[in-house]
């Protein structure tokens, strides 16, 4: 027992100096193009994600993101219907001009299944990305027509203004990565933002499984 103890510890202590001082870092920024498939949401934005890779092997190792997206402009189709009989008409069509603006952090693993982390020039790497992430979520919507709510019952979402939203997400992705020179690499990336929780919002129109988005991006990662 006395053996097992102190084997463990000198592990305890030994194993992380061995794993970290073999370990190399790289940093990634790239230019992504993001796409809203859930429907009466669905939108296009541009974005940028700035990630830092740990790479405890020449075949993958654990990233962390930051990524953030410009407006998705989409439109809905709304009515509000009268409280009384004798209101007319006793239907009020409109439309609401809505507003999504995601960012997202996100921590998980990489691994190449084709080349490694410090494939050299005239060489291509394969890998997938698997994580968790959280969205940080922000809504405008603004009605094209004022309804007055002591006359109307407004639909109970979209509500007319600004909120915030959050969601748990799991992100997977593929990515082809080429040496462009000594510890210089280009990649492209297509990725997915599953989301794992649906806490509603009155600001979204659609709460279930959204926002289910993907994206491809293009950038340039440097190995250290």
């Known amino acids: 027992m006395k053996q097992c103890k102190t084997i463990l510890l000198l592990c305890a202590f030994i194993l992380p100096g061995t794993i970290f001082s073999q370990t190399r870092f790289s940093f990634s920024t790239d230019a992504s193009l993001l796409r809203s498939f859930k429907e009466d949401q ?27 997206y410009s ?24 439309s609401n001009k809505a507003q999504m603006k995601l960012e997202q952090v996100s921590f998980g693993f990489k691994h190449y299944f084709v080349g490694t982390t410090d494939a050299e020039p005239g060489k291509w790497n394969l890998y997938t990305i698997t994580g968790f992430g959280l969205i940080f979520g922000k809504m405008s919507n603004a009605y094209s027509t004022y309804i007055d709510t002591s006359l109307y019952t407004a ?23 080429i040496p462009l020179a000594t510890e210089l690499y280009l990649y492209s990336e297509g990725k997915v933002w ?28 440097i190995l250290f």
Do not use: C
Not at 194 to 214: F, K, M, Q, R, W
């Open 42 to 68: 669905r939108f296009w934005a541009f974005g940028q994600t700035l990630v830092f890779n740990w790479d405890f092997t020449r075949y993958g190792g654990a990233y962390a993101w930051l990524a953030y």
């Open 194 to 221: 599953i989301p794992t929780s649906d806490y509603p919002s009155p600001y979204l129109l659609v709460n279930e499984n959204a926002p289910l988005v993907g994206m491809i991006t293009v950038g340039i990662r």
């Open 71 to 94: 407006n998705g402009n989409f439109t809905n189709s709304l009515s509000a219907t009268a409280k009384s009989p004798i209101t007319s008409p006793q239907e009020i069509a409109f």
């Open 155 to 177: 639909p109970q979402q979209p509500v007319n203004g600004v909120g915030h939203f959050k969601r748990l997400t799991l992100d997977l992705g593929v990515g082809w990565e």
